[in-house]
Structure formats: C-alpha cells, structure tokens
C-alpha cells in the first residue's frame, strides 16, 4: 500500500525557515517523481514544486522561486522542502504527491498524503 | 502564465449526469487530469490523461478533453459524489489547477 507521510509543518513568524519531510513506503521511491502541493484552508490547490527520480530535473512555481528548495532521498525514501523567508501567503497544507507514471516528470498525481500544516504568524 | 477555468459550482439531482468543464488554451493539446476532495480529506485522482479511470474508482466517472474545454462526466450521480473537484493539466513544466468546482447533489 502506498503511504505518504508529511511533517514538519507548524507555526511560525514571517522570515523564519522551516524543513518540511514527506516519508513513502509501498512502491519503488526511485522510479518516480514527486511534488510539493499546497492549499490554503478552504481554497483551491497550488502546485508548489516538483523533483524527478533522480534529482536531475527541478521545477518551482513563480511564487516560491528563490525561497523554496525541494531535495529528496532515495537511500531513505524521502522527499523534503526547504522553505526560507517565509510570508504570511505561505499558509496553507502542504501536500507530498507522486506522479502515476514512473520516471515522468510531468503527469497526474495518483497518491496524496494527508499534509502537514504551515501557519506563518507573528 | 497558463490558466484552467472551472466554474465555481455545479448542482445536479441524485440519479442525474453532472458535466464540470474546464476551459484553457488549447488544453485539447495537453492531458488533462481530475482530482476530487471532500471536505476534510486529500484529494484523489479519478481521471488522468483525459479519459482513463485509476483502479478503484466507478465507472460512473468518464472525461473527455477536446479544443479548449476538458469535461469530467459523473452518471447516476451518487450523494457520496458531492465534493470539490480540481482539474490539472501542464505547462512549460509547471504544473497548473484549476479554480476547484464544489459538486452539490441535491
């Protein structure tokens, strides 16, 4: 059974930095990419950012390029983001997903996990 | 930069078809992908690459994606179908959702 779990999440002032960690289990992390999705309670999804099976290929939305960094693990079957100078409009779950396709940067994302909350706060 | 337009929502009958379209240009060249989200829960993907049905979800759920308009088609609407659904397609390698339409069955 595929599982990803998000952590890291929490409450922090604008400017701070914070680590968020997606652990996956139940398939074969290295044969596919993975993505970084978040939504703002009670709005729509927002691709974030997206890495492939080996790190090779990168990608970032406009509104976090520069400040985010996605990085993964395949020795511990994980997946991370880097988020620094955080802001207010940074609030939101942040979703781990994996691409239904294996070695595909780009396609549809066939498991979510549950999220991990992120509240930029003074 | 890309953008997909879905309509904010949609009401249909319990036992009736519900259409959601998604509109973008020329989102007939690219695939699109559907995502449904009830409240409180991640979303799951019941459509990918326009047409095709992961394992496990019905057959009531078929999509369509042609010129400028991609359309999830639920048939025999079911009361447990009533949530917020994404459609997602790329490009220049960002990946882009619509708005989210919320799917009421009244």
């Known amino acids: 059974e595929v599982q990803l779990v998000e952590s890291g999440g929490g409450l922090v002032q604008p400017g701070r930095s914070l680590r968020l960690s997606c652990a996956a289990s139940g398939f074969i992390f290295d044969d596919y990419a993975m993505h970084w999705v978040r939504q703002v309670p009670g709005k729509g999804l927002e691709w974030v950012s997206g890495?492939?099976?080996?790190?090779?290929?990168?990608g970032y939305a406009d509104s976090v390029k520069g400040r985010f960094t996605v990085s993964r693990d395949n020795a511990k079957n994980a997946l991370y983001l880097q988020i620094n100078s955080l802001r207010p409009e940074d609030t939101a779950l942040y979703y781990c997903?994996?691409?239904?396709?294996?070695?595909?940067?780009?396609?549809?994302?066939?498991?979510w996990g549950q999220g991990t909350l992120v509240t930029v706060s003074s | 930069s890309y953008e997909l337009t879905q309509p904010p929502s949609v009401s249909v009958s319990p036992g009736q078809t519900a259409s959601i379209t998604c509109s973008g240009d020329?989102?007939?060249?690219?695939?699109a992908h559907w995502y449904q989200q009830r409240p409180g829960q991640s979303p799951v993907l019941v459509i990918f690459q326009d047409s095709q049905r992961p394992s496990g979800i019905p057959g009531r759920f078929s999509g369509s994606n042609s010129g400028n308009t991609a359309t999830l088609t639920i048939s025999g609407t079911q009361a447990m179908d009533e949530a917020g659904y994404y459609c997602q397609a790329w490009d220049s390698r960002i990946a882009v959702f619509g708005g989210g339409t919320k799917l009421t069955v009244l």
């Open positions: 890495i492939s099976w080996n790190s090779d290929n990168i």
């Open positions: 020329r989102l007939g060249d690219k695939y």
């Open positions: 997903s994996k691409v239904a396709l294996r070695i595909t940067m780009a396609g549809a994302f066939d498991y």
